[in-house]
């Protein structure tokens, strides 16, 4: 509020949707560094001597295969298949997991995991109220990150952090663990810290961020970056109406193992989904939005948006939309209706836009 944030309610939690220029702050993780709270993120910590097992149970991965330190994308499934949430997972020991769950989403996958450990040796916690979540997106993040370490031998560290990994750090004089995901495109570190430090720890990143030429971000940057990194997004292109293969997402699901949601997963692998998740691209200015309907070029209605943008780094409208097996091919010549006028769109592979 102090930074002019112009607020929204999200899945109960005030959010800044943004806090100057939608554009500005799109632009700032693309050339320097944007500064996201993401506190409305739940984090649920599944630990015991079966957390491993257990995890594997719940979810389409193998969480129990990946080393102390990493992370693993990966779904929450029910018993048809259908997508209750896709996760980020962190293994912090070998026996001691924090599973990430989108906001709106937290309460369904804290019940879910609750149900599918019972038979297992492991206890799941919500830490989500106690816990605060600052992440820092962009070519510049690292040196932001730092600029607030400790000492060299800390500073190193955080450079030598991999992609999809974690590792705990001490970052503004705080105990955090500190990890390198990100939902943007770009390089980025997510801080997550006991939530009574929150503030301290904002008022740290915030001025290391402006020094080096960013900016702080809200959700409706969030939303375009990930676009254009073809990142989907829980419903839009994810939802218990979608399965993973629909999705594009089969290469998570390790149907070699038992899991909740694997006999209907194992049958539709065998099928060609009726309707595949696909990359659009358009001319002009005016962008698709979710909810409308595309056509083929005989006019007849072969699939829906469920996300569009007039992107921001490329200059023109790009969306992610269902479309008819047949008729998701690359370059193929589509029609959108936006409101009542045809729009040319081809079907093109995302992501859209990836780093160098």
């Not at 992609?163 to 997550?192: K, Q, S, W």
């Not at 390790?254 to 694997?262: A, E």
């Amino acid at each position: 509020m102090a930074l002019g944030a112009r607020l929204t309610d999200f899945a109960g939690w005030n959010m800044p949707l943004k806090y100057t220029s939608e554009l500005a702050e799109h632009q700032a993780v693309r050339t320097t560094v944007g500064l996201f709270d993401l506190s409305h993120m739940g984090e649920i910590r599944v630990s015991g001597p079966q957390a491993g097992a257990a995890l594997d149970h719940a979810l389409v991965g193998r969480l129990s295969a990946i080393k102390p330190g990493r992370a693993k994308y990966s779904l929450l499934c029910d018993a048809n298949g259908g997508i209750l949430d896709d996760l980020v997972t962190y293994k912090i020991a070998d026996d001691e997991f924090l599973v990430i769950a989108n906001a709106s989403n937290t309460g369904v996958v804290l019940a879910a995991l609750t149900d599918r450990v019972l038979d297992f040796d492991a206890t799941v916690t919500d830490e989500t109220g106690q816990t605060a979540l600052i992440a820092a997106q962009g070519p510049a993040s690292q040196a932001v990150i730092q600029s607030l370490a400790d000492d060299q031998d800390a500073r190193d560290a955080v450079a030598a952090l991999r992609y999809y990994a974690c590792m705990p750090a001490r970052i503004a004089g705080l105990d955090v663990l500190l990890a390198r995901t990100g939902y943007t495109g770009e390089d980025g570190f997510e801080v997550y810290v006991a939530a009574d430090d929150a503030v301290r720890l904002w008022n740290a990143l915030y001025p290391a961020t402006e020094a080096a030429g960013g900016r702080a971000a809200g959700l409706a940057c969030r939303d375009t970056l990930r676009l254009e990194a073809g990142m989907p997004l829980y419903g839009n292109e994810l939802s218990l109406e979608t399965d993973p293969y629909a999705a594009r997402l089969g290469r998570v699901v390790q149907l070699d193992k038992t899991f909740v949601g694997q006999e209907a997963l194992a049958l539709a692998a065998q099928d060609q989904p009726a309707r595949l998740l696909t990359g659009l691209t358009g001319e002009g200015r005016r962008a698709a939005r979710a909810g409308n309907v595309v056509l083929n070029s005989a006019g007849e209605p072969v699939g829906v948006i469920t996300s569009g943008a007039l992107s921001p780094t490329l200059g023109r409208p790009i969306a992610l939309a269902y479309v008819d097996r047949d008729e998701a091919v690359e370059a193929a010549s589509l029609q959108v209706d936006v409101r009542g006028t045809l729009l040319p769109f081809t079907v093109s592979p995302y992501p859209f836009y990836k780093r160098s």
